[in-house]
Structures are given as C-alpha cells and as structure tokens.
C-alpha cells in the first residue's frame, strides 16, 4: 500500500493525498484547490499529478474550497466514483462549489478583457457551473461515528472534528489479505471551546496518521480576549476616526463566529451603534445551511438558541446578496463594519472592498485568522506597504489588525490534546501535512516530546510505502 501527496505537502492548501491499495484500487483524500500561490497556483490546479480516471473513491473531510474546490475538474477529468463525506459537508459543497465555479467565471471574465485590451492570449476558468452542478450527482453521505464499507476491504468511519460543520476526521480500516491497517487522516483539526461547534472527537487507535500542521508553532489568544480586541478596533476606528472595518474572512464557519461575537457585543450594548454588512451571498446561504444542522452544535449554543432562535443575527446587521447592493458599500458615507468573502483575499467580492477602501488611513483592515503568506490577506497580515489587486498597485494606507483566535484551525496545545487518544508507541508512522515549511520544525518537535516517532513532512508528489 501507498500513500501520495498532491497537495497541501509543504505548504497548506490544495489538499489531495492518494492512497494506492495492494489492489491497484485509488482511495483519495480531499481534492481541494491551491490557493494564494502566486504565479504557481493556476499551474498546480491544473495539473494532477495522478490520473483522475484511475481513482476508484473519494473521501472528503470538509466543505472548505482548499480541500472540496477541485472536485469539478476531477469529475469533469475522468472521475465516475463515489465521493463520500458528512451531511452537513453534501449541503455545502452544493452551494460553495457553485459559488467557486461563479467567482471562477467573473474572474476569468474580468482578466480576459484586460487581456484582450493588450491583444494576449484569453484564460479559461478550472471548470464552470455546470461542471459544479453535475459533480454532486456522486455525493454519499455517512453520519458521524457510522462504519461504512466504501470499497472491498475498505471501512470508513468518520469522527467530528470541530472545525466548520460538518468537518471530519477520516479513520479508514484497510483489510489486505490477512492484514488490517488503520489510517486517519486528521483534515483540519479545530479548536476546543468553540462558540458554535463541538470539541474534536477522539478517534481510533490509528496505524499510521496523516495530520494537519496549520498552527504547529503558535497559541491563540484566549477567545474571551477577542472580544474585547473586537470591541476595541470597532471604537477606534469607528467612532475614533469615523472610518470603516473592512475584514476578509470564509463565509463558513469563520463570518458566523464573526456575527455570533459582534451579536453578542450588540445584546451587551457594548457594540457602537454602526451598521455591519456580511456581503457574501454564500454566507448567506451557509449560515441557513447552519441552522439545518443543529447536531453539530455545541451545548452552549444549543441552549442558548432555545431563547434567540437566531444567533447570527441583529437589528444592525444586513446581508447583502446582489451584485448591485455590493457595489453599494462601496459608496457608504460614515462608519460601518463590511464582511466579505474569501477569507485569503484571493477572490470575490472582498478584493473590491479592499481595492476601494486600501488607502484611506481611517480604515481598518481586520485580518481574522491564517492566510496563505503569498495570498493578498497573508501579505498584508505580514506588513506589506503596497499590494496588488487585479494588476493595479494600491498603497497600504489603511490599519491593519490580526485578530488570530478566530481562527477554526486549533493551535499546537489543541492539537496535541485532540492527538492524546492515541498510545503513540502503535503509530507507524506519522506524515505532517497541511503547514507552512516554517512551521514543521517547531511541530516536530512539540510530536516528538508527545512521545511521537517515525515523523515525516510530506513533501508535494512524494509517494511513501506503508508496511
């Protein structure tokens, strides 16, 4: 047996790992999109490194575009299998890869006539709606903690993970002949005490373990911190200077716990009396997919939703869905809070807001968790003065605030404590994915004083044997 790396090896995104049975049969984990790559991104979407008739199943951990958004190309290239994941992820993905394929769409669109204007060669999108659409005829769906039989010799069990709703841990039971392996991989591990979701799960005793390294090297802030943090840079800039927040941010998982805290805030009367618009028509569309999946709550929330049905909402918050109401913000006089899509800056409707709201010194720019370094939203979180946006350079003028705990990725403690229901003296060997080459290092060295061993950084194409 083999396992492969495709993606999110050396670097976070573009999850895809491939997992070659005895058999010849293809297992692969996730098929998510690069992201903020730089020049190298649109090479690496198209380019597998394996071919997509020749995988047998795909296993999904998570809606997020960096694991779930090339599912469509993989279709439209040749995959005819099954693609299995959680409830909760199916109804996600219906609308975050139609919303990929859009963004795709416009952008191709809005470069193409900068490229015609200089006569070069016109780009086409990775794939289009249609190719979104007819992908999800081969969705499965597995409950949490349910051992299903996706292929001969092969059991899936997912386990929650707690990063967005519907995240899984992936535990795989192998039968080869007379030899069982047991493989997890960890997807995106999220944090404990979240204020919407469940704690990861502990899972089973694994063989070998494919786990995520985003924040291998750091600790988050306390959230009862960020609050305060929140409150503090909607009064300065806000009231102080009358400018606006301007704050890239997933429309899964991360825009809600953004809306729950400035909710919150609002009930407190600690929150300005300022309007604040989530511009992300998938946001809006995930935050009713949210409210269909209540098993993926946690205590907490559940109770407290028994008294505000609504915790993702208040009187000066509006949801904006049309391309003319977006437009719009763009035009506000006088303080407000703008959310928007994508959390890296890469795409969507956030590098607008940016583009027009960058140099003006009485704004803030509120980074709200990881970004890719070389994306737009990394690039400023590391203090660039000046960045470019579709072509055009644009000075730096604005503020800008990192608030980390708002983050879904837990930090290193948090890891750890999800990794103590394993004796590591049983696990084989563990491969680090999903992190930055900055980071292995220090996450190493936090899993070898676990009592980890047999540790490896997975490095982009490199195939391994599992004895």
């Known amino acids: 047996m083999q396992i492969g790396f495709y993606g999110a090896a050396g670097t976070v995104t573009g999850s895809k790992h491939l997992l070659t049975l005895a058999n010849g049969k293809n297992v692969l984990l996730d098929c998510g999109l690069f992201q903020g790559r730089g020049q190298d991104t649109e090479q690496l979407n198209r380019h597998w490194g394996f071919e997509p008739r020749g995988v047998d199943v795909l296993v999904l951990s998570h809606a997020h575009i960096d694991h779930s958004g090339l599912i469509p190309k993989l279709v439209k290239d040749g995959f005819s299998g099954q693609i299995f994941c959680t409830p909760a992820t199916a109804d996600l993905c219906e609308i975050m890869l139609a919303d990929s394929a859009g963004i795709q769409e416009s ?83 999220g944090k404990y005490g979240n204020r919407i979701l469940k704690d990861p799960q502990p899972f089973p005793q694994a063989d070998y373990i494919l786990c995520e390294s985003t924040y291998g090297d750091r600790l988050h802030d306390k959230f009862g911190d960020v609050e305060e943090q929140l409150r503090r840079v909607v009064e300065e800039t806000c009231v102080a200077k009358k400018g606006k927040i301007i704050i890239p941010a997933f429309s899964v998982g991360r825009t809600q716990e953004i809306v729950n805290v400035l909710n919150n805030l609002a009930f407190e009367h600690q929150l300005p009396s300022i309007p604040v618009y989530v511009d992300s028509p998938l946001a809006v569309d995930a935050t009713e997919i949210m409210h269909n999946h209540p098993e993926c709550f946690n205590e907490e929330l559940t109770e407290y939703m028994e008294n505000d049905p609504s915790p993702f909402g208040f009187n000066k918050l509006h949801y904006t869905q049309s391309v003319q109401e977006s437009i719009q913000l763009n035009t506000l006089k006088g303080p407000a809070i703008i959310i928007s899509a994508s959390g890296m800056a890469e795409a969507g409707r956030i590098k607008h807001h940016l583009k027009n709201h960058i140099e003006d010194p009485r704004n803030t720019i509120l980074i709200v968790g990881w970004a890719t370094p070389s994306s737009l939203a990394g690039r400023l979180r590391n203090g660039e003065k000046s960045v470019s946006i579709y072509g055009d350079y644009y000075d730096v003028n604005a503020e800008v605030v990192v608030i980390d705990p708002f983050s879904a990725h837990g930090d290193y403690k948090e890891m750890l404590q999800f990794l103590s229901c394993q004796n590591p003296d049983l696990v084989k060997r563990m491969f680090l994915v999903h992190g930055d080459p900055e980071v292995m290092p220090t996450w190493t060295d936090h899993l070898t004083d676990a009592g980890f061993k047999n540790i490896t950084v997975a490095q982009y194409e490199d195939i391994y044997e599992l004895l």
């Not at 204007?117 to 005829?137: F, V």
């Not at 051992?147 to 993970?161: H, K, N, R, S």
Request: net charge neutral; aromatic share 8%.
């Open 107 to 189: 952008e191709v669109a809005y470069v193409n006539k900068k490229l015609a204007a200089k006569g070069k060669q016109l780009i086409k999108p990775l794939y289009d709606s249609q190719d979104a659409q007819r992908c999800l005829k081969q969705f499965n769906t597995i409950k949490y903690n349910e051992p299903a039989e996706v292929m001969e010799g092969v059991e899936l069990t997912f386990t929650d993970a707690g990063h967005i709703i519907g995240s899984a841990i992936v535990n795989l039971k192998i039968t080869e002949g007379d030899k069982t392996t047991r493989l997890t991989f960890t997807g995106d591990i």
